[in-house]
């Protein structure tokens, strides 16, 4: 029986079960999907996420599919310099979600349960019941990492406020029939606009379409190509032609998150707890970040060694961070609606980034190196990751009883290093209270 089952194999619930699988737990991955999507999906991996999957030796395998190393992040299509962030990685990644979900998973020990939906969740005090492919699964805890349509979700009757979308967008991938003469071919930041095209690899594009008939249409009816060549020749002209359309989906800007991202035995990571307009490359980015949160407490957790509540801040570390996104990303479709008070709106905007520290700020927050949590002084990127998952003490004799769960390291700086990269003790007085607080008891 594994220690822990996972709903879920996109980024995030993979990542989830590669953190724990790191750090010696069990883990069974339950996807309803009989075969890995080929669907592009998400396109970019910000700065912070591109620090954790390098960290984490995953970085590599995802290079080779790699489009496009963009030296900014944009808000509602407005460009956000990023080359002077404190990082290695002082851009995004243009890659699709399908590479990063495939490196993460070649990693894996056990692989993938596909073709498992999940029906049914029962949980008690000693562990969480799933029903998935028509078989029971037994574990002592669940990740629901299932989506923004999560069916564990559902099942527990999980409160999930908010509001409910108000515009309609449509999402594609496409190949192109006839091309008008200086298309751009290269990997550019979206603009704003409706019909714009990113290339992707075999001859494939990407297009976003939002205007009257988006509106005017049911979020349930079906996408056809004569909506996307209606949406490309108002874009781009009629040199234009769509040839097939590969893959296509409504979305709008919803905007909800879970109350509690802790049920029980149940804990909520990515899609599953938090959904807004994907604009930015926020989603995918948030996801792996909650993923690199859990990992480490849940594991401690299976293994008996996590001090009292330890489990419990990861909801309440990750639970702001996504508010705040869920507040950027209803300030960028603002942004991005055709009229002309939006548009004054966001001419005010592209001037005040002019000023150093306001770019500085919305790009921070962008690129998900600005995220810290209570208690904690930053992050440590000069530290790789321990390979087995253990906390990192740098330039300080790790004390008897911790060596299991802390590797010792030399270095100048004192620093007590958290497994999802965030250091905990910074020098001084103190190392022992941090190392109760984040690992318990010495052994």
Known sequence: MPDVLVAGAGPTGLLTAFELERAGVDVLVLERDAEPTTQSKALGLQPRSVEVLADRGLLAAIEPYVQAKLPAGHFSGVPIDYTDLPTSFPYQLGVEQAHVAAAIEARLRTPVLRDAAVTAVAQDDEGVTVTAGGREHRAGWLVAADGGHSTVRTLLGAAFPGRPARIS?????????????GLAEDWQLPSSGSGYLLPLSGGRYRTIVFGEEQQQLDRDAPVTAGEVQRALTAAHGPGIVVGEVLWASRFGDASRMLEQYRHGRVLFAGDAAHVHLPVGGQGLNLGLQDAVNLGWKLAATVRGTAPAGLLD????????IAARVL???????????????????????TELLAVPEARRAVAAELSGLGVTYPGITGRATDVPASPDGRAVLVGATVPAGWTGRVEGREGAAPRLVR??????????????????RWFGAPA
């Open 169 to 181: 967008l449509v999402v594609a991938d496409l190949t192109l029939a006839a091309k008008p003469a």
């Open 313 to 320: 801040t990861y909801h309440d570390e990750r639970h702001p």
């Open 327 to 349: 507040v950027s990303t209803r300030a960028q479709a603002v942004l991005g609606v055709p009229d002309p008070d939006a548009v004054a709106v966001r001419a005010v905007f």
């Open 419 to 436: 497994p999802d990269g965030y250091v905990a003790w910074d020098g001084g007085p103190g190392l022992d209270e941090a190392l109760h």
